[in-house]
């Protein structure tokens, strides 16, 4: 849920899919059409307008699949439940959770989100459900009242934590990551969590993070004249 | 807060669940579906897991699973595919004040904005 443009859920997949041979089929639903377009080319998955009702039957056709939907509509729940999802990974916008807007947490729109994305757990029954967010979600007023709605769908945490990544990437971004796990799921079995290792030295090169120097002749890459 | 707090959960607060706030468009957990004539089925409605929303909005987080299953007639609507009778279903916004006094509860979607959700585990 909220996939976004770059769709890092969905790399962690291929990157599990890759590296420990893992399957995964994913379902992404994103609201913002740029957004899921940017996703759709970027892990070359089909796009379905999700706007109206999704046919479930286009659940079984698809390995991989982005659904330009809102969360807070019902029209995509027939389509998640005919995937018949393990995991459902709430990534809900970040803004009202964050230092660096006006922390309004579940007093707006926006921060309900995450309560709605939850409410439908309880719908879908995935095995486990991961969740991500700003670190300041963590210590805001509210979010007791998201610890206890996970409870109410019928979860419980079992692991969460602030992570920097810094420690791995050339970037400071401190994110809350957690999981939960189905309290009446007898098959599952918590396990420790492992964060990744810290590497030394990240520098963007490190990633083939810098642009070539034929890219940076682009417009859009600096102020416009009104700006300046 | 507590007020869209309680809005959120009570909008997704399942029927027949402990303490559950009545809605008319629920949800409702059935399976084992037996068509007993016309478009009236009779199935097996459960006290669904989770917590409903009241006890939750009083920290009273008990568990429990899909119990203290109970006999229900309901109206099904007859373009969706019949239910299979050995499916758990989470019927979505299913109507809980029938117009039809011999039944209990209505999944119409021509008429509401019913969903039937297949279920699973």
Redesign the interface.
């Known amino acids: 849920m909220f996939a976004g443009g770059v769709g890092g859920w969905k790399d962690a997949c291929t990157y599990l899919q890759n590296a420990h041979d893992l399957k995964f089929s994913t379902l992404a639903l994103e609201i913002d059409r740029d957004a899921a377009l940017a996703y759709s080319i970027a892990h070359n998955v089909p796009i379905v307008n999700g706007m109206k009702h999704v046919d479930p039957a286009i659940a079984s056709e698809f390995r991989d699949l982005i659904v330009l939907t809102d969360i807070a509509g ?1 029209t995509w ?2 389509i998640c ?2 995937w ?1 999802p393990d995991i459902v990974v709430i990534s809900a916008p970040c803004p009202p959770w964050s230092q660096a807007g006006n922390a309004s ?3 707006s729109d926006q921060g ?1 989100l995450i ?2 994305a939850i ?2 757990c ?4 995935p095995r486990a459900i991961a969740l991500e967010q700003v670190s300041a979600f963590a210590s805001h007023e ?1 979010y007791k ?1 998201v610890m ?2 996970l ?4 979860y419980v945490i079992h692991h969460s934590q602030i992570i920097e990544a810094s420690d791995i990437l050339p970037i400071a971004r401190a994110r809350w990551l957690a999981y939960a796990l189905r ?3 007898a098959t599952n079995h918590p396990m420790p969590f492992q964060m990744w290792k810290p590497e030394k030295s990240q520098v963007p090169n490190t990633w083939n993070a810098m642009l070539p120097e034929h890219m940076l002749s682009d417009d859009k890459l600096f102020p416009s004249q009104h700006v300046l | 807060m507590s007020e869209q707090w309680r809005d959120v959960l009570q909008s997704m607060d399942f029927w027949n669940s402990d303490g559950c706030s009545f809605q008319r468009n629920g949800i409702l957990v059935a399976d084992s579906f037996e068509l007993i004539g016309g478009s009236i089925y009779e199935a097996v409605a459960w006290s669904p897991e989770g917590i409903s929303s009241s006890c939750a909005l009083r920290d009273f987080l008990k568990f429990q699973g899909d119990c203290k299953p109970q006999q229900i007639k309901l109206i099904w609507d007859a373009s969706r595919p019949e239910p299979l009778p050995d499916v758990k279903y989470i019927l979505y916004q299913v109507d809980t004040m029938p117009a039809n006094p011999t039944v209990d509860f209505e999944v119409l979607d021509h008429t509401h904005t019913c969903l039937a959700i297949a279920q699973i585990r």
């Open positions: 019902d729940l027939e439940s005919a018949q947490g579940l007093h309900q309560l709605r409410a439908t309880k719908l879908l029954r509210h009242y206890q709605t409870r109410w769908a019928g309290v009446q799921d």
